[in-house]
């Protein structure tokens, strides 16, 4: 159990459950730090009031998580401040940018590679990359915890209606290297737990056109999805690692 104080990293937090897990973590009394990384995070009004009222237990940086160096440098400058991390959650992901003309595919023919190397590049590499540059962070003599979020349609047992190929096989990809590093953490990190986690569909710009037939019961806000995935990674222990688990808590087949 997570219930030391600690310092915490959200990939991912200018917008949608990244800026509800910052607000999150700010108000739990055992979070020490919050480093709040995003491209365009310096420009986002929330974080800016956040820092107003949390000073130095919040800080906010630029990072593109498909760059490599810019991992690099927020893994040096954590390391600088507060030489180890607890609790490191990837909420950055794409599904579609009208910018790039980039929307999940209905069929075959609308397979483009331009879009499958930017899907991927986000929803899969970086998460890795987060992976290998934070690794000596996390490892130390108390719990930690790398989460990063996936999605249900992720789960090859689990389709059953198709399409979205780009983002589906992003996602399932992402889901077996986090499986695949949590193997290696186990013998490297014992103290670490590597998590996938689905938030459920959420009130984000990202579910934003694809809400018209989701009732409304079950669409829930970033507020309540943060709680409920903060809950699971400052409960899970590292004998959990390697799991693919829902905003419930509920075991997702890969
Ligand atoms: N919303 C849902 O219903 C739902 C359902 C299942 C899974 N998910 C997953 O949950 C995660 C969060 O989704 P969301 O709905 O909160 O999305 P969102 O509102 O679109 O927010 C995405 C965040 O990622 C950041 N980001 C995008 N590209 C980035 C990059 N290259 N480097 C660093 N940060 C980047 C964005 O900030 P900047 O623009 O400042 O970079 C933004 O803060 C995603 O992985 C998504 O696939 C969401």
């Known amino acids: 159990m997570?219930?030391?104080?600690?310092?915490?990293?959200v990939i991912g937090a200018s917008q949608g459950i990244?800026?509800?897990?910052?607000?999150?973590?700010?108000?739990?009394?055992?979070?020490?730090?919050?480093y709040a990384a995003s491209r365009h995070a310096m420009l986002s009004v929330?974080?800016?009031?956040?820092?107003?009222?949390?000073?130095?237990r919040l800080q906010?940086?630029?990072?593109?998580?498909?760059?490599?160096?810019?991992i690099a440098s927020l893994a040096n400058e954590v390391r600088e401040r507060d030489q180890r991390l607890h609790w490191l959650i990837n909420c950055a992901g794409l599904l579609h940018d009208s910018a790039r003309n980039i929307r999940p595919e209905k069929r075959l023919e609308q397979i483009d590679m331009a879009q499958l190397e930017a899907i991927?590049?986000?929803?899969?590499?970086?998460?890795?990359?987060?992976?290998?540059?934070?690794?000596?962070?996390?490892n130390h003599d108390q719990?930690?915890?790398?989460a990063s979020i996936s999605a249900r349609v992720g789960s090859i047992s689990d389709n059953h209606l198709g399409g979205w190929y780009s983002y589906r096989a992003?996602?399932?990809?992402?889901?077996?290297?986090?499986?695949?590093?949590?193997?290696?953490a186990e013998r490297r990190a014992p103290n670490l737990t590597c998590l996938a986690l689905h938030p459920g569909t959420t009130d984000t710009g990202l579910s934003k056109p694809f809400q018209k037939n989701v009732p409304q019961e079950k669409l829930f806000s970033t507020t309540f999805v943060a709680e409920r995935l903060l809950d699971i990674v400052f409960s899970r222990p590292a004998a959990d690692s390697g799991k693919f688990l829902a905003w419930d808590n509920s075991e997702i087949t890969w």
């Open 2 to 9: 997570l219930n030391h104080s600690g310092i915490a990293v």
């Open 18 to 34: 990244g800026l509800a897990m910052v607000k999150d973590l700010l108000a739990r009394p055992q979070v020490k730090r919050v």
């Open 46 to 56: 929330p974080l800016g009031t956040l820092t107003e009222e949390y000073g130095d």
């Open 60 to 70: 906010v940086l630029s990072l593109d998580s498909t760059q490599e160096s810019d």
């Open 120 to 138: 991927f590049r986000i929803n899969t590499f970086a998460p890795i990359l987060l992976a290998k540059h934070f690794l000596a962070l996390l």
């Open 143 to 146: 719990p930690a915890c790398f």
């Open 170 to 184: 992003s996602k399932a990809a992402q889901n077996q290297f986090i499986k695949t590093f949590a193997i290696e």
